[in-house]
C-alpha cells in the first residue's frame, strides 16, 4: 500500500470517527441547555379534582399555579384503570396488550426500552420517589437509585388499621418504606399513614438539593389520594361533609354488574350508595389530595431554591380516576370518564402558560413527549406512545384519531367526535354517551334506533383497533 493510499485511508477513518462520535453526542452527550425532568403521579385522582380545571369545591393551590403556569391536557385518558397495568404504561409508554401487563402481578416485556432507562443512557440522573407497584424494582427499571422507596413486603410487622371512618383497612397492608437492596424501615410506619404524603415529598427534596452534573430525571410517586383515607389533623375540617355537593352522576347503585361488582374497593361502600357516606368520602378524599397538594408545593419550592426551576420540566398526572359514588361505583376499573380520565398537566421551558388541550392522549405518551421536549431522540415505533409536543407548539389538534380503554375482559372502550361507546362482554351489554351534550354520562343513547348506524361504526372500529392491538377478547368479534 502507497504513502498516499495510506493517508487517505486514516483521512477516512478520522472523518468516519468524527461523524460516530457527532452522531453519538447528539443524543447522549449532556448539554447546559437540556432541561431537568420532574414527573409526579398521584393515585387515584380523578380529573375533576383540581380548582383551575373547574372544581369550585376543592382547595389546589400549588397544582392551580402549575395550571396557570402550564399546559393542560383535559382528555388525557390512562388507558387501563388499575394502577399496575397504567404504571406499567408510563413506564414503557406501551399499551397493556404490547407490555403484558394487563392485570395485578404481570411483568413487563423486558425485550421493551423503559422511560427511565432511556433517559440514563441519554445522561440523565434517573431517581425514584414514592409506590412501587410493577415487577422488579426501580432499579431493575432504569432508576439509578430510590429515595422513600415504598412498596409491600412488610407483612411481619403490619397491625390492623382502621381508616378515617373507622372502616378496617383493606388496600396497602403491609406496605412499608424501604431501599433498593432491600432494607425495611418499620420505624417509619408500615401501611398508609396521614403524613406519607409528606414523606414522599422529603424524599424528593433531598434529592433536589444533591448536586450533580448531569440533567435529573426525578419520578414521584404519591400514594394519595388512594384509599385507605388517612387525613392529617389540620387538614380534617377543610371540608364540611354536610356541604360536599355529590358527583352530577351519582347513583345509588351501577345499573348492571359491570365486572367488578364486588372488587375490593368496591366493597368500601355500603349497597345501595348513601349520600352521607358519598359526602363523607369526598370530604375525606378532597383532604388527602389538599394535603398532597401542599407536598407538592414544598417540592416545587425546593426546586425553585435550587435554581432549577427555570430549566425544569415538571409533569403532573394520575394513574387513573375514580368513582367515588358516581354512577354507584366507589373504585376505578370502569370507563367512565370520572375513572378512564386523569388530570395531565405540564409545564416548563418550551411549553406554554395557562393553556388548555382538549387533545386526546395517553399517559403511555409521557414517554416520546418527555423524549421530544428534552432533546433526546425517542423510541419511535418501538413503542405505542405518540409524543405530544405538536400539541404542546400548536402545530397538530390531534394525536390519536381516537382512544380505547380497557379493563380485563369485562370492558372495551372507545373515545371520539365527542362520544363513547363501551362493551361489557360478561354482561352482554353496551352504551353509548354522547360527551358533547352530557359530560356526566347519564343518557346511555345505544338502544336509540336514530344513533345505530353510529353505535355500528364506533364498534367496528373498536374491534378492528382490538385485533391489530393482539387484544385476546379480538378473537370473539
Not at 83 to 92: D, G, K, N, Q, V
Not at 192 to 206: G, N, Q, Y
Not at 401 to 422: A, D, E, N
Request: glycine letters at 10%; a neutral charge.
Amino acid at each position: 500500500m502507497t504513502r498516499l493510499n495510506v493517508r487517505c485511508l486514516a483521512a477516512y477513518f478520522q472523518r468516519f470517527l468524527v461523524v460516530m462520535v457527532f452522531s453519538f453526542a447528539s443524543r447522549f452527550a449532556v448539554s447546559a441547555e437540556r432541561p431537568n425532568i420532574l414527573l409526579i403521579v398521584s393515585d387515584d385522582q380523578r380529573p375533576d379534582t383540581i380548582a383551575a380545571l373547574g372544581n369550585d369545591v376543592i382547595q389546589t393551590p400549588n397544582l392551580d399555579r402549575l395550571v396557570r403556569e402550564g399546559t393542560a391536557f383535559t382528555r388525557a385518558t390512562c388507558g387501563n384503570p388499575i394502577c399496575t397495568p397504567s404504571r406499567a404504561e408510563i413506564l414503557s409508554g406501551c399499551s397493556s396488550f404490547r407490555n403484558g401487563v394487563l392485570d395485578f402481578g404481570k411483568s413487563i416485556d423486558p425485550e421493551l426500552p423503559l422511560m427511565a432507562r432511556w433517559f440514563a443512557d441519554a445522561e440523565y440522573r434517573t431517581s425514584y420517589v414514592g409506590k412501587w407497584h410493577n415487577d422488579g424494582a426501580p432499579i431493575d427499571r432504569g432508576y439509578s437509585k430510590s429515595n422513600g422507596l415504598y412498596r409491600g413486603g412488610g407483612r411481619k410487622w403490619y397491625k390492623p388499621q382502621v381508616d378515617w371512618f373507622g372502616r378496617p383497612v383493606t388496600g396497602y397492608r403491609g406496605w412499608i418504606f424501604q431501599s433498593d437492596d432491600g432494607t425495611k424501615y418499620p420505624e417509619r410506619g408500615v401501611g398508609l399513614m396521614s403524613d406519607i404524603s409528606e414523606k414522599f415529598a422529603d424524599a424528593a427534596i433531598e434529592l433536589l438539593e444533591q448536586p450533580g452534573d448531569k440533567p435529573f430525571f426525578i419520578h414521584v410517586n404519591f400514594t394519595a389520594p388512594h384509599d385507605p383515607l388517612m387525613v392529617e389533623p389540620e387538614f380534617e375540617k377543610m371540608y364540611d361533609a354536610a356541604k360536599m355537593p355529590l358527583p352530577k352522576n351519582f347513583a345509588a347503585e351501577h345499573p348492571f354488574d359491570h365486572g367488578n361488582f364486588d372488587g375490593r374497593d368496591e366493597k368500601l361502600f355500603a349497597w345501595p350508595r348513601t349520600p352521607q357516606e358519598t359526602r363523607g368520602e369526598l370530604a375525606a378524599y378532597y383532604a388527602v389530595i389538599s394535603h398532597m397538594d401542599a407536598q407538592i408545593g414544598r417540592v416545587l419550592k425546593a426546586l425553585k431554591a435550587s435554581g432549577e426551576l427555570e430549566n425544569t420540566i415538571v409533569v403532573f398526572s394520575s394513574d387513573h380516576g375514580l368513582g367515588v359514588g358516581s354512577h354507584g361505583l366507589r373504585g376505578k376499573q370502569s370507563m367512565y370518564e370520572h375513572t378512564i380520565g386523569v388530570p395531565l398537566v405540564m409545564a416548563g421551558p418550551g411549553i406554554s402558560s395557562g393553556k388548555r388541550l382538549a387533545t386526546q392522549c395517553y399517559l403511555r405518551d409521557l414517554f416520546p413527549t418527555l423524549c421530544d421536549l428534552a432533546g433526546v431522540e425517542g423510541p419511535g415505533e418501538r413503542i405505542d406512545g405518540r409524543s405530544l409536543q405538536p400539541a404542546l407548539l400548536g402545530e397538530k389538534e390531534q394525536i390519536h384519531p381516537f382512544v380505547v380503554g380497557y379493563f380485563r375482559t369485562f370492558q372495551r372502550m372507545i373515545r371520539y367526535s365527542g362520544w363513547k361507546y363501551i362493551e361489557y362482554p360478561s354482561a352482554d351489554r353496551v352504551q353509548l354517551f354522547h360527551l358533547s351534550e352530557d359530560p356526566d354520562e347519564l343518557h346511555d343513547l345505544s338502544d336509540d334506533p336514530q344513533r345505530a348506524r353510529r353505535r355500528i361504526g364506533m364498534a367496528t372500529t373498536l374491534h378492528r383497533w382490538m385485533k391489530d392491538n393482539g387484544d385476546p377478547l379480538s378473537a370473539s368479534k
